[in-house]
């Protein structure tokens, strides 16, 4: 499954489109860093890895996850 990687330092952001239901949590939680309408799309220099990993936790189809970097 196709997969997009957004390095934000500490930890790397995941997005799978396919899975994504567009529900729009990512975008209310983190408007600096998710704006469907730019490209690309997510701009993880806008928040911390704290913030990022919290907004995570909240999406409900599983679309965005991350990996912490070592």
Same mark, same amino acid.
């Given at each position: 499954m196709?997969?997009?990687? $957004? #390095?934000?330092? !500490?930890?790397?952001?995941?997005?799978?489109?396919?899975?994504?239901?567009?529900?729009?949590?990512?975008v209310?939680?983190?408007?600096?860093? $998710? #704006?469907?309408? !730019?490209r690309?799309?997510?701009?993880?220099?806008?928040?911390t890895a704290?913030?990022?990993k919290?907004?995570?936790?909240?999406c409900?189809s599983?679309?965005?996850?991350?990996?912490?970097?070592?």
């Amino acid at each position: 499954m196709e997969t997009h990687e $957004y #390095n934000a330092g !500490e930890i790397t952001v995941l997005w799978k489109p396919k899975v994504c239901i567009h529900a729009g949590v990512c975008v209310k939680m983190l408007p600096k860093v $998710y #704006n469907p309408k !730019e490209r690309p799309w997510i701009k993880t220099e806008n928040a911390t890895a704290e913030e990022l990993k919290n907004q995570i936790e909240h999406c409900p189809s599983g679309a965005l996850s991350y990996k912490l970097n070592s």
